[in-house]
């Protein structure tokens, strides 16, 4: 019987824990506004610092996604004018990976996502004008 109630135990205590994790996440990522269902984010929010040189080393946020077939918007966020896209994707796990990459004065971001086809957008470059924290990333909408 006490291996039962141990079972339990655990049982209980992962799902608790798996509740609090998920609910910091989303709290996290609901200031942004973009991140609730159906909506999903891939953002990393670091300490980024004025005039990047390119010998800096690059930063990644990289998650795995299940995609329902359909047609999809992706949002930049970090540059300026949030540049947008979207494309029909096929159901799906993909990979999916955000890059920011140091250059001489400015910061250089892409985005990939790899599975069943393969989408790339087009890059945003920005400027940091102070040392601070930024959030930067791409969010993936479910369009119509």
């Not at 390119?54 to 918007?73: H, K, M």
Request: hydrophobic share 35%; net charge positive.
């Amino acid at each position: 019987m006490r291996p039962m109630v141990q079972k339990l135990f655990l049982t209980v205590m992962a799902g608790a824990m798996l509740t609090a994790t998920a609910g910091a996440a989303r709290a996290a990522e609901t200031r942004l506004g973009l991140c609730d269902a159906p909506n999903a984010c891939n953002y990393k929010t670091q300490i980024l610092k004025p005039n990047p040189k390119d010998s800096w080393d690059y930063s990644q946020a990289n998650r795995t996604i299940y995609l329902a077939a359909g047609t999809y918007s992706m949002r930049y966020e970090g540059c300026t004018d949030h540049a947008t896209a979207s494309n029909y994707l096929p159901a799906g796990t993909y990979s999916w990976r955000n890059l920011l990459d140091p250059k001489n004065g400015y910061y250089h971001q892409t985005v990939v996502l790899e599975g069943p086809v393969y989408w790339s957008r087009s890059s945003c470059d920005w400027q940091v004008f102070a040392e601070g924290s930024y959030t930067w990333g791409t969010s993936l909408s479910p369009i119509g």
